[in-house]
């Protein structure tokens, strides 16, 4: 049940499922609408497309408005949260040599992160809701927000390394964030796929509740933090004096990822390839 009743928002898109509260201060943003049978869960063209026009509508904010504290709820209409960037789109610009193209995509990627994690305008606290695998550009999506909530036995990975790549919007600046450089490090290059149990014990989940609980969790949370907001909007703002992600960091971080990207042999590609093939098979075997 959601916190207070939720009215369908409008306009409607066809790759996100999205609602905002009588109130228009509590917003959630399903990803994956579309969910399909052979329809990936990643970071498709038009999925980036729907978000980004969804925040635009929520933050925008009339002159002399006063400030006042909303949630934005980050989750997924699919089986998996997100599996990140789509490497089918990757492939074939790094085949084509399409360095321009590879950075137009990327930084749809980090124009997102970069507005999750300074809560859009500054009045928003970010969620993530884990319910699914968040892997590669997915979770560092789900990095970017305030708070990770996640369901028990839910994977969280950066596999980049499998085919030489590394996680290049945000992972890192993120991840530091709330672990050691050291771990996050680790984390990046060893390329596993953690539990959220795991990934709670390290300090990456926030919170972590069973199976079938989260909605309620992020509820929970968002009645605790609208009881002190000023505490929460200012939280924001020192938030972005301590522990501020630039956007020119991630920009210099991503430009890294494309020669990177461009770097990388026809074995890796195949591997790239193999792995699409797998996701594809994955969306027809759980889609819902």
Known sequence: MSLIELLPATPSYATV??????????????????AAPGVRPCFRKPLMTDMHAFLDSISAKQPGEPR???????????????????????????????????????RSCID???????????????????????LGGGLEMALSCHTIVAEEGVGMGLPEVLFGLFPGMGAYNFLSRRVSPQLAERIILEGRVYTAEEMHAMGVVDILVPRGQGEQAVNDLIRQQQRIPHSCLAMNAVRGISHAVSY??????????VEAALALDEKSL??????????????GQTAR
């Open 17 to 34: 499922r999205t609602r905002s509260d009588a109130t228009r201060s509590v917003h959630w943003l399903h990803m994956h609408a579309d």
């Open 68 to 106: 006042r504290l909303q949630h934005l709820v980050l989750a997924s209409d699919a089986d998996a949260f997100n599996l990140g960037g789509d490497l089918d789109v990757f492939s074939a610009l790094i085949r084509a040599r399409d360095a321009e193209g590879l950075l137009r995509y990327a």
């Open 112 to 134: 997102g992160v970069h507005r999750f994690d300074r809560g859009l305008n500054g009045d928003f606290r970010t969620i993530a809701l884990l319910q699914g695998d968040a």
């Open 248 to 257: 020119q960091e991630l920009l210099d971080i991503t430009k890294v990822w």
């Open 270 to 283: 195949r591997t790239m390839d193999r792995l699409v093939k797998a996701q594809t098979r994955r969306s």
